[in-house]
């Protein structure tokens, strides 16, 4: 023991029912001689992937801001400006969203230090919420399994190519290439999953450069351009115009904060690989804040910049395109239109990389619990040493919301189910942290949430969820129904529960057998969990 490090030592001194036996630390990979059982107990316990501690400081830090920085800053301002009306609104949104995001953190940062695996918030309720027996696990594998896209960006990606190359093929091009940087990415993290996190650091790089460009790009306008830009009156940031035509419906205010949430989301996102970062909780505690604090920043200067350079009504009509708008301002018809916007698109790229990378990790924990077809096969990290099985799950469902419904309308749908799900699965986190703090006071918490932090985060996750069921003021004409995206949510997690019920209780019951878990180990090393009917006795 006394050759670990304090953070790789078990968070609780005695383990009940652990298998766990303390490794000789003699490298950063951290390899212990037996791993972690899948007890619910052992949660608290360090587990290393089969393919090794691969993720640096820089690489999870990256691994944060480039999921946190993609298509949001650079396509939602413009759906934002449009639905509140003001461009004071509109900036005191991005900073609550802020404040929200960082209660939300604070909340997974207790938790993650605590539960230092893989996984994020299906550890951390997994940990919590024991009983009834597989309910949990079952709402968070439905809903990364069916809500987990990485589609969003891919579309921005689309969008913002098409827009560079002059070309309006409609509908058939937009889908065409956004389905086609999915199935490569998918296949970079497949065959080279080394090559791709270079890749994926270098292009997190790239995108933060091209925010701070953006933003000095404003900063010219208004110093050695002021007369050519679209406010030369100059008073567009006095109080009176700043809040000129806003709309406080709180319908609409929420369905503006959820897209403000989604440029936000993604903090937490490194949690989902732990098993893969060197010293996991010291790295997750520095990394995320790091990365909330350079979000913070560059989200409030790049809309101030937004507001200088493009007029507030180009800005309301632009939908996902108003960086493209902005660059044509600046910059004029051939550059602005054709080179920099992308720039924009490679930073959605970069998003897909890192959110493929993730999820198709937590994918591959809800496999290796048992929860999916084929799971051993799935769990595996043959033949490429990458999660093959983890990257088909999210490959496929991603592909499909990109295919199917009309690309002018599934950005914003996504954006608002995902959110709306987050505020579901963000309130269960939070209310179990709270009763953790009550049940289980010997569980070491190298980090500890403040309780307003967490009360703050409760609170505007419940006015969220009850927002979308009150109309707004003008209900939309045409398009969906204003609360689709909340049904839809809704109806997610009832069928769901009612899924559970079906095959851990009535199923079981009608044909006479009981689920229990055997623990298992793949040929490539890696612990899995099998689910197999035992015959009532």
């Given at each position: 023991m006394s050759n670990t490090t304090p953070e790789q030592r078990p968070l609780l001194a005695d383990t009940a029912g652990s298998t766990y036996t303390t490794c000789s630390a003699t490298d950063d990979a951290f390899t212990p001689k037996d791993s972690p059982s899948h007890s619910i107990e052992d949660d608290v316990l360090p587990e290393t992937s089969s393919v090794g501690r691969n993720l640096t400081w820089t690489s999870s830090y990256i691994l944060v801001i480039s999921r946190v920085i993609g298509s949001g800053i650079f396509a939602t301002p413009g759906t934002i400006l449009q639905s509140v009306g003001s461009p004071g609104l509109s900036l005191l949104l991005w900073l609550v969203g802020a404040a929200i995001a960082a209660s939300s953190l604070v909340i997974a940062l207790e938790?993650?230090?605590?539960?230092?695996r893989s996984g994020?918030?299906?550890?951390?309720?997994?940990?919590?919420?024991?009983?009834?027996?597989?309910?949990?696990?079952?709402?968070?594998?439905?809903?990364?399994?069916?809500?987990?896209?990485?589609?969003?960006?891919?579309?921005?990606?689309?969008?913002?190519?098409?827009?560079?190359?002059?070309?309006?093929n409609g509908d058939v091009a937009r889908k065409a290439v956004a389905a086609g940087l999915l199935s490569l990415i998918t296949a970079v993290h497949t065959v080279v999953p080394k090559f791709g996190i270079r890749l994926q650091d270098f292009l997190g790089w790239v995108k933060i450069g091209i925010v701070l460009f953006m933003v000095?790009?404003?900063?010219y306008v208004v110093i050695f351009r002021a007369d050519t830009g679209p406010h030369t009156e100059g008073n567009l940031f006095s109080w009176n115009n700043l809040w000129q035509d806003s709309n406080w419906s709180w319908g609409v205010v929420c369905t503006a904060l959820f897209k403000v949430f989604y440029s936000y989301a993604g903090l937490d996102n490194v949690s989902n690989v732990l098993n893969e970062v060197k010293d996991p909780v010291r790295t997750l505690r520095s990394v995320t804040l790091t990365a909330l604090a350079t979000a913070c920043g560059l989200y409030f200067l790049i809309n101030v910049a937004y507001f200088l350079v493009v007029p507030l009504d180009d800005i309301r009509g632009s939908g996902e395109l108003i960086a493209a708008l902005f660059f044509q301002r600046v910059f004029g018809e051939a550059i602005g239109r054709k080179v920099?916007?992308?720039?924009?698109?490679?930073?959605?790229?970069?998003?897909?990389?890192?959110?493929?990378?993730?999820?198709?990790?937590?994918?591959?924990?809800?496999?290796?619990?048992?929860?999916?077809?084929f799971s051993d096969t799935l769990s595996s990290n043959k033949p490429f040493n990458s999660p093959l099985?983890?990257?088909?799950?999210?490959?496929?469902?991603?592909?499909?919301?990109?295919?199917?419904?009309?690309?002018?309308?599934?950005?914003?749908?996504?954006l608002e189910v995902e959110g709306y799900t987050a505020q579901l699965f963000g309130l269960a986190v939070g209310l179990g942290l709270i009763w953790l703090r009550h049940k289980r006071p010997d569980l070491k918490r190298p980090f500890k949430a403040w309780m307003s932090a967490v009360v703050l985060r409760l609170f505007f996750s419940l006015g969220l969820l009850v927002a979308?069921?009150?109309?707004?003021?003008?209900?939309?004409?045409?398009?969906?129904?204003?609360?689709?995206?909340?049904?839809?949510?809704?109806?997610t997690i009832i069928g769901s529960v009612l899924y559970w019920y079906?095959?851990?209780?009535?199923?079981?019951?009608?044909?006479?057998?009981?689920?229990?878990?055997?623990?298992?180990?793949?040929?490539?090393?890696?612990?899995?969990?099998?689910?197999?009917?035992?015959?009532l006795k």
């Open positions: 938790y993650g230090s605590m539960l230092p994020g918030q299906k550890v951390y309720l997994e940990f919590t919420f024991r009983h009834p027996r597989f309910l949990t696990s079952t709402l968070v594998a439905i809903n990364v399994v069916l809500l987990g896209f990485t589609a969003s960006n891919c579309v921005i990606f689309s969008q913002y190519v098409l827009f560079a190359g002059g070309w309006n000095l790009c404003g900063t920099l916007p992308l720039a924009v698109a490679l930073s959605a790229a970069g998003n897909v990389f890192v959110t493929v990378f993730a999820m198709a990790r937590l994918k591959q924990e809800i496999a290796k619990q048992g929860f999916l077809p099985g983890g990257l088909l799950v999210n490959y496929i469902p991603s592909l499909l919301i990109i295919v199917l419904p009309p690309s002018s309308e599934v950005y914003s749908f996504i979308p069921f009150f109309p707004p003021d003008d209900k939309y004409k045409g398009g969906m129904f204003y609360a689709t995206y909340a049904i839809v949510g809704v109806a079906l095959w851990t209780v009535l199923v079981p019951r009608w044909r006479g057998y009981i689920l229990e878990e055997e623990s298992d180990v793949l040929a490539d090393g890696t612990s899995i969990i099998k689910l197999v009917h035992k015959p």
